[in-house]
């Protein structure tokens, strides 16, 4: 037998050693703020298991909790009708389509989600991809290149700051909301780029309210450009029969060239989609990476999908009570003091709070009061403005909301005459 040659080693030039991940300094510092926790004697808010379905109430750790938690915002998620076509297309399909939908994963049912997304927002076509997040990265990032712009309000959500980063287009944020500044850019900047994005939200899921869309799209149009809204959680929220901020403002959804949501809140599934021109939308199906070298939506999320989509249109007065729901919860805090920030009081309604620390003795103080809300913190907010976010369905019963108001006004006095979770630390 001939030995084996020798490999040469490829590390023949000094370089740096690869660290242990336990050395890691990201991961080193994810410990130490886990341990200055535990000093403080903060239990982890994060991960808590629900035992069950999570709608107005879920149970945690074997107890009923009223639960502020959940994008359930129709109560969609587990509805009979809902259930019931999932299971069916799980026993026609099975559980996944094995492939992606350009080679062999197509099944009618996409095409028909499709059709029901576009219907809802008004648009020739649609496109369903596997994730939201995904939808938001492969989309922009494909879409965008280097020589262009993306203007973003500062507060869009992870997946847009990630599709820009992939597209290699330069990025500006204007301040929330602050279509003022956005104006500004466009005007000092329309004439250095090829094309220029402007993204917004429908509803921002961090401070519950929304941009004056007429305005944005009257910006676009004078300074030419393309605008794409995320409508993740505005779409069957806003507008009197949920079909998003276009109903809302009463604008044409030609307007705006590309329509984003996911099938994770109103929808009851999991997914994300693109609704827009036919001609956009084909070019996504045979080009966009996220979708062509990705499986196509499985046969259950898919049918659950549709089924909500249906049950919107049917049902609007579940999107009527959504609405009373979240306007009742915005105007008890109010009227109890707590910092709601610039919330509009539809589905989504921040309490602020301050540090980190605080936010999360707080939420696991309410949890102890059979009130399920969590905290958001930094890097996800400004450490000075963390949070307790309340999502508002139209599930809740108004004796769910007045009681987790109270509770909420009850344990932040409580908290505050302590001093901060810090302060607290150091006396
Ligand atoms: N856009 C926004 C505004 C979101 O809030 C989210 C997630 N909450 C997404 C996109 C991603 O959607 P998904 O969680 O369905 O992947």
Redesign the pocket.
């Known amino acids: 037998r001939k030995p084996a040659p020798q490999l040469k080693s490829v590390a023949e030039k000094p370089h740096k050693k690869a660290y242990d991940f336990r050395e890691l300094p990201q991961i080193k510092q994810l410990q130490m703020h886990r341990a200055a926790a535990d000093m403080m004697g903060i239990e982890n808010p994060f991960f808590r298991p629900h035992d069950g379905l999570a709608a107005g109430t879920t149970e945690i750790d074997g107890k009923p909790h009223d639960n502020f938690a959940s994008?359930n915002y129709l109560g969609l998620n587990g509805h009979p009708d809902v259930n019931a076509a999932a299971t069916a297309a799980l026993e026609k399909f099975g559980t996944s389509v094995s492939a992606s939908r350009i080679v062999a994963g197509e099944r009618p049912l996409h095409g028909e989600l499709e059709q029901a997304l576009a219907r809802i927002h008004g648009t020739e076509s649609a496109i369903v991809m596997v994730?939201?997040?995904?939808t938001?990265v492969t989309t922009i990032g494909h879409l965008m290149g280097k020589g262009d712009l993306v203007l973003t309000d500062t507060l869009v959500?992870n997946?847009?700051a990630e599709g820009v980063r992939l597209s290699g287009a330069t990025r500006i944020n204007f301040p929330h909301g602050d279509l003022d500044a956005l104006e500004k850019l466009l005007a000092e900047n329309r004439h250095k780029f090829d094309n220029v994005l402007v993204i917004v939200?429908g509803l921002y899921?961090m401070d519950g309210d929304f941009p004056d869309l007429k305005r944005v799209v009257r910006l676009k149009q004078s300074y030419d450009a393309w605008l794409m809204v995320?409508e993740?959680?505005s779409i069957g929220v806003l507008g009197k029969t949920g079909r998003g901020i276009a109903e809302h403002f009463d604008i044409d959804p030609s307007e705006v060239e590309l329509w984003?949501g996911?099938?994770?809140?109103t929808f009851s599934s999991?997914?994300?989609y693109i609704a827009a021109s036919k001609v956009l939308c084909d070019y996504l199906k045979v080009s966009a990476p996220g979708f062509v070298f990705s499986v196509g939506l499985s046969p259950a999320l898919t049918a659950a999908a549709i089924k909500s989509a249906d049950l919107l249109l049917r049902e609007p007065e579940r999107v009527a009570k959504l609405k009373e729901n979240g306007h009742l919860f915005l105007k008890l805090a109010r009227a109890a003091g707590l910092d709601t920030g610039p919330s509009m009081g539809y589905a989504v309604v921040p309490v602020i709070v301050g540090d980190s620390a605080s936010a999360a003795i707080l939420s696991n103080r309410l949890l102890a009061r059979g009130v399920n809300a969590l905290p958001i913190i930094f890097p996800a907010v400004p450490e000075k403005s963390a949070r307790i976010r309340f999502f508002i369905t139209s599930e809740h019963t108004a004796e769910q909301i007045e009681r987790a108001v109270a509770i909420t006004v009850e344990e932040l006095e409580a908290l505050q005459s302590g001093g901060s979770a810090v302060d607290r630390l150091v006396k």
Do not use: Q
């Open positions: 994008y994730s939201g997040h995904a938001n959500h997946s847009i939200e899921s995320d993740a959680h984003m996911t099938l994770s809140k999991c997914g994300g």
